[in-house]
């Protein structure tokens, strides 16, 4: 298991920004193992990483949380899809981004309804930063 200081880093895209005006939001994580094989969750986001053990599967999050924004900016449709997975979503795109809470998460989302209904988990938030413009 990674140390609470490893975990709390801030994750940032690899994004090239002519502006580098970015939102921090925090992202519920749940981390649970499932037949030998260490997974990362964002149920607000619905994607995941994993891997042999909980570093790569950290490494393997990380980099699917980077291309799922690099897609959608460069697509122009991370905010679109940020409400189609519940997100509060401002009109001003310097106003923080709110996911769900986990009970609506828990309501909307089947997946993560099972695991945290029939797995042990460890749940934690991931400061994440968001490019402005999208």
């Known amino acids: 298991m990674k140390n609470s200081t490893e975990k709390n880093k801030l994750v940032k ?41 909980e570093n790569d599967a950290f490494e393997s999050f990380k980099f699917t949380l980077s291309e799922y924004f690099d897609y959608t900016i460069k697509k122009n449709t991370l905010r679109k899809d ?17 996911p769900p809470n986990f009970s609506e998460l828990l309501r909307d989302n089947d997946v993560f309804a099972d695991v945290v209904n029939n797995k042990a988990y460890r749940k934690f938030d991931m400061p994440v930063e968001i490019p402005v413009f999208a």
């Open 82 to 98: 940020l409400k189609e997975h519940g997100w509060a979503v401002p009109k001003s795109k310097v106003k923080p981004m709110t």
């Open 13 to 53: 895209g690899d994004i090239d920004l002519e502006i580098g005006l970015k939102v921090s939001v925090n992202l519920p994580i749940v981390v649970f193992e499932e037949d030998g094989i260490f997974i990362y969750y964002c149920p607000a986001l619905d994607i995941n990483g994993y891997g042999a053990n």
